[in-house]
């Protein structure tokens, strides 16, 4: 178990990515408080963790949520414990039609990097991933309002999915138990893509036709 006696805040873990990390830690051993806003969602996903999680509901618009939430479990410094952001490749380069989106992941990276060189000193480590697209129950039903076949995660085209399907929420949380383990330690400041595909300087292959 690689995170035997670890306690573990997942900010939006009752669904998607979140959800994934909240069971991976459990199954290596953490104790887990779950964020989330819905509470029929959160009960679901600690139900079936069992007593290794508990759950949190806090709405993070709410400008003293944070200090609720560390009030309720964590103790970086004390501990020298780490912080994992996960933010998007968007951060790069961004997309036309979810400048919003980008903007912010954009804003995530550099703050990332930002607080690990601002809290080296406390041995509080901070680490970020760079996650490409990933097939969330979200991103699924997203995809259908916009159109798409209900089969669409299967007919996906290969320059966005290089390997023939879609990156899982489950391979998101199979990375994450290192940077929140301490097989990582003591790096910190990392900025790490998780991707199919190089996004610097990509030039993706076309197919040729006979």
């Excluded at 959800?19 to 199954?27: L, T």
């Excluded at 999680?53 to 479990?73: C, E, G, I, K, T």
């Amino acid at each position: 178990m690689r995170l035997r006696d670890k306690v573990i805040i997942v900010t939006g873990g009752t669904s998607g990515i979140g959800q994934a990390i909240a069971e991976r830690a459990v199954v290596e051993g953490a104790r887990v408080l779950v964020h989330g806003i819905e509470r029929a969602d959160g009960e679901a996903v600690v139900g079936k963790l069992g007593a290794a999680a508990v759950l949190h509901l806090d709405d993070l618009l709410d400008p003293a949520s944070p200090a609720r939430m560390v009030a309720a479990f964590s103790q970086l410094k004390a501990n020298a414990g780490c912080v994992l952001n996960i933010g998007s490749i968007n951060a790069h380069s961004g997309q036309a039609n979810l400048l919003d989106y980008s903007l912010s992941k954009g804003a995530m990276q550099t703050l990332s990097r930002n607080l690990a060189n601002a809290h080296c000193a406390d041995r509080v480590r901070v680490n970020h991933l760079n996650v490409g697209w990933v097939l969330t129950a979200r991103e699924y039903a997203h995809q259908i309002e916009h159109g798409m076949a209900a089969d669409w995660p299967q007919n996906v085209p290969e320059q966005f999915a290089p390997s023939g399907r879609l990156i899982m929420p489950e391979d998101i949380a199979a990375a994450a138990v290192y940077w929140l383990g301490d097989e990582s330690r003591p790096v910190s400041g990392a900025v790490v893509e998780l991707e199919q595909y190089s996004i610097i300087g990509r030039n993706p292959n076309k197919s040729s036709t006979k």
